[in-house]
């Protein structure tokens, strides 16, 4: 089955650094155009970015350009997202997303939590 498995959030401080790592198993991730969202609390989820499957094109919400930068290790079948210059309002769980014919799988998350 498809399995998507978020890690690396935690406690960062405003202006700090974080990257999160999302490992899939269960599909053939280098064919797939994986995405970034995340659901801060009694908000919405909403997208952060995706890239295309060789990691040639890219996309970001506006909050996340010049912030935020999505990469991807095929060899591993891993997305990444490196997140700099973090402020409280991206608090948020971060959920990895891919789009199997037409059908949403997402990971269980992982919280990040931006404080002083």
């Known amino acids: 089955q498809v399995q998507l498995v978020e890690s690396g959030g935690g406690l960062v401080q405003p202006g700090g650094s974080l990257t999160l790592s999302c490992a899939a198993s269960?599909?053939?991730?280098?064919?797939?155009?994986m995405n970034w969202y995340r659901q801060a609390p009694e908000k919405e989820r909403e997208f952060v970015a995706n890239?295309?499957?060789?990691?040639?094109?890219?996309s970001y919400a506006n909050f996340a350009k010049g912030r935020f930068t999505i990469s991807r290790d095929n060899n591993k079948s891993t997305l990444y997202l490196q997140m700099n210059n973090l402020a409280p309002e991206d608090t948020a769980i971060y959920y990895c997303?891919?789009?199997?014919?037409?059908?949403?799988?997402w990971g269980k998350g992982t919280l990040v939590t931006v404080s002083s």
């Open positions: 269960g599909i053939a991730f280098r064919s797939r155009l």
């Open positions: 997303k891919a789009i199997l014919d037409g059908v949403d799988y």
């Open positions: 890239i295309s499957p060789y990691g040639d094109q890219a």
